[in-house]
């Protein structure tokens, strides 16, 4: 095979990831003009001014159910003929799909109760029956529409506590009223939904999209928000709606023929406050938890600092004094009184045992450490907003397969001054067992989905086209950076490794291996909790994540108290004469992942309202995945903190 063969697969996945990357759907992030029908290409001084307004579909979730649909799945009013805007990596990895729909309307023309379309079923028919006993799985799991318009949520804005105002970017299908009479979720919003064991479809939406002219002297207008209100109409001539009559309604027992309309009513209502720039504030302004994020988050950064800066100084004293009284020691008296972690000198950079592992776990690490930096640096900037859907976790693949490089670098050079020689194996360990370890508990998901047909399930090319740029490009990178790891000599030490082990005395309860480790992950874990509550709500609750500003922050404090606390441990351990520091260190920070575990679990019990077998399974398949990436990361800091530590300490003493 030729060496432009041997290329062409690695390229041609690149150009296929870049398509999925820069191909985003929908108007993107730049500026759509929109004009009446009367003033489009007669002299317009805006080329690409639009008039007709087209309404995109996204899958269906529910809090209750881990499970997306796709919108069809639930047979609802659709298109065949239109092709499906693209998606990138990140939105096929989130189980979004996007869909034309058959609502489509004509700028500042307004319309009343026009009719989309008419589901028949007949109950007695297999197919039938199959999508009316769905349609009704979803109404009593509460799952929510999800429309798009010129790239905007189409927002459900209802009163909340305190007189504040909230917009759901979703609203639901429908609701139930059970046996008891107790309606359920959104069938409180209406005293009409009063039936027992019936369920109440909402067939019709008031549309109303705001728009802000351009003030530039340009012909035209640009959509500034697009908001709506569901509701249920029986409508008294089903062919020819007229949007009068009571609440549609599907009694549970009921069978035989059923017929549904959906409808909707459009307006245009010009809003001179709002620019284009800022059309996304509203939804994000509404959010129940930003005052609370704010408050809390700065509360936690002032406990986090003052700790950090508290054992920074502790640190810095007493190391201080210890290497100015080493230092002095000149008499053979003096050096007979030698006590604490300047005894252990000649054993502190003794290969650990599992070298192998740990080595390939540094490796790892670091891959996620600067993935993680850089995309939060990224988001930061504002190019992975929630307006970019999918951007977040396409840049987050993208960066981890290009840094197998690093990882094999760092794998290697520790591997070998760890004085290992199965170089082989350190390399394809490193390549393939945390990847491995995590594409098959993702697959293991997947699975679970196209069993549940969930429109989160990956596609067979998408699935083909990760483990091509898994064994096509962070392969061989990591293979590179392992090769240019060995080749260079091993890391100097600054003091000579005896050759017959010190023996280690008797260790108190808090110097013990795992008194220590499970401390060490307390004040890690409590200066992210607070934002991990917010993070969990995004991926389990559906809601927008949108302050990467505090994110990154956070992940600096983090980085730093890991640091911190993973060297004062250290500290504490070799004044006892334990030089089993290595993998110590590496587990001390990464205790972190215990307590996200553990966090997990209780926001499992406590917060969520997931109901199933495989919802269940799901939820905690993915929380393993996020463990054992949190787990790599933490883990990495804390020995990279004490490695430069234990380095620095010993390379100032004079030992002779």
């Excluded at 920074?312 to 210890?322: E, F, G, S, V, Y």
């Excluded at 790892?364 to 939060?376: A, K, P, W």
Aim: hydrophobic share 45%; glycine share 8%; proline share 5%.
């Amino acid at each position: 095979m030729s060496a432009r063969s041997a290329l062409r697969g690695p390229l041609l996945v690149l150009w296929f990831l870049s398509q999925g990357v820069l191909g985003f759907y929908l108007p993107g992030l730049a500026p759509v003009s929109f004009c009446e029908p009367a003033t489009v290409g007669e002299g317009n001084a805006v080329p690409d001014c639009k008039s007709t307004i087209e309404l995109f579909v996204n899958r269906l979730d529910s809090v209750e159910s881990v499970l997306p649909y796709e919108y069809t799945a639930f047979d609802f009013c659709a298109v065949e003929a239109e092709k499906r805007p693209s998606e990138n990596l990140g939105q096929v990895l989130f189980g979004e799909r996007i869909e034309p729909s058959p609502y489509k309307f004509t700028f500042k023309k307004s319309e009343k109760c026009q009719l989309v379309c008419n589901k028949k079923y007949n109950t007695n028919l297999p197919t039938d029956k199959t999508y009316m006993d769905f349609l009704k799985k979803g109404m009593l799991l509460n799952y929510q529409h999800h429309w798009i318009v010129d790239n905007m949520p189409v927002t459900w804005c209802y009163d909340v506590e305190d007189g504040q105002k909230f917009c759901n970017p979703g609203f639901p299908i429908g609701c139930y009223v059970t046996e008891g009479g107790q309606p359920k979720d959104a069938c409180v919003v209406n005293s009409d939904f009063s039936e027992k064991d019936t369920f109440y479809i909402f067939n019709h939406v008031d549309i109303t999209i705001h728009y802000h002219v351009v003030e530039t002297g340009e012909l035209g207008a640009r959509l500034v928000a697009a908001k709506m209100e569901p509701r249920s109409y029986k409508h008294t001539n089903a062919d020819a709606p007229d949007c009068q009559g009571g609440p549609m309604f599907i009694k549970n027992k009921d069978s035989g023929d059923m017929k549904i309309p959906y409808t909707y009513s459009i307006a245009f209502v010009e809003d001179k406050k709002i620019r284009w720039a800022s059309r996304w504030d509203y939804i994000l302004e509404s959010m129940p938890h930003t005052n609370i994020q704010w408050f809390s988050i700065m509360n936690s950064l002032v406990i986090v600092l003052f700790l950090s800066g508290m054992v920074a100084m502790i640190m810095l004293r007493t190391l201080h004094k210890d290497i100015a009284r080493y230092n002095q020691m000149d008499s053979v008296e003096d050096a007979q009184e030698e006590f604490g972690w300047k005894l252990v000198h000649g054993d502190v950079f003794r290969p650990p045992r599992k070298g192998m592992l740990l080595s390939v776990f540094l490796g790892s690490g670091t891959q996620i450490f600067i993935m993680t930096f850089v995309t939060l640096f990224f988001a930061c900037l504002g190019f992975l907003s929630p307006a970019n859907r999918g951007a977040l976790m396409t840049c987050a693949v993208v960066l981890w397969v290009l840094l197998g490089t690093p990882a094999g670098y760092v794998a290697a050079r520790f591997y070998k001054s760890f004085g290992g020689e199965k170089w082989k194996t350190n390399v394809l360990l490193t390549a393939f067992l945390c990847p491995g370890v995590v594409f098959a508990d993702f697959f293991l998901m997947n699975l679970i989905l196209w069993w549940e047909g969930s429109s989160a399930a990956m596609p067979f090319g998408t699935l083909v086209a990760i483990l091509a740029l898994w064994f096509c490009i962070s392969v061989p990178l990591t293979f590179i950076g392992a090769y240019f790891g060995f080749k260079r000599t091993g890391i100097e030490h600054p003091v000579r490794t005896n050759q017959i082990p010190r023996q280690i005395p008797e260790q108190s309860f808090y110097t013990k291996p795992l008194p220590g480790i499970v401390m060490g992950g307390i004040l890690p874990f409590g200066c992210i909790f607070i934002q991990l509550f917010f993070i969990l709500n995004s991926i389990w609750s559906h809601q927008m994540y949108y302050m990467f500003g505090f994110l990154f922050l956070v992940f600096i404090i983090l980085v730093i108290t890991c640091s911190e606390a993973t060297i004062l441990l250290c500290y504490f351990h070799l004044c006892a004469e334990d030089y089993h520091w290595q993998w110590r260190s590496f587990l001390t920070s990464g205790f972190t992942a215990v307590y996200f575990l553990v966090y997990a679990i209780h926001y499992f019990l406590s917060k969520l309202q997931i109901t199933g077998l495989a919802s269940t399974i799901l939820y905690f398949g993915y929380t393993m995945i996020m463990t054992l990436i949190f787990f790599l990361f933490t883990g990495t800091i804390g020995f990279f903190a004490c490695f430069w530590f234990v380095t620095k300490i010993y390379s100032v003493v004079k030992v002779d």
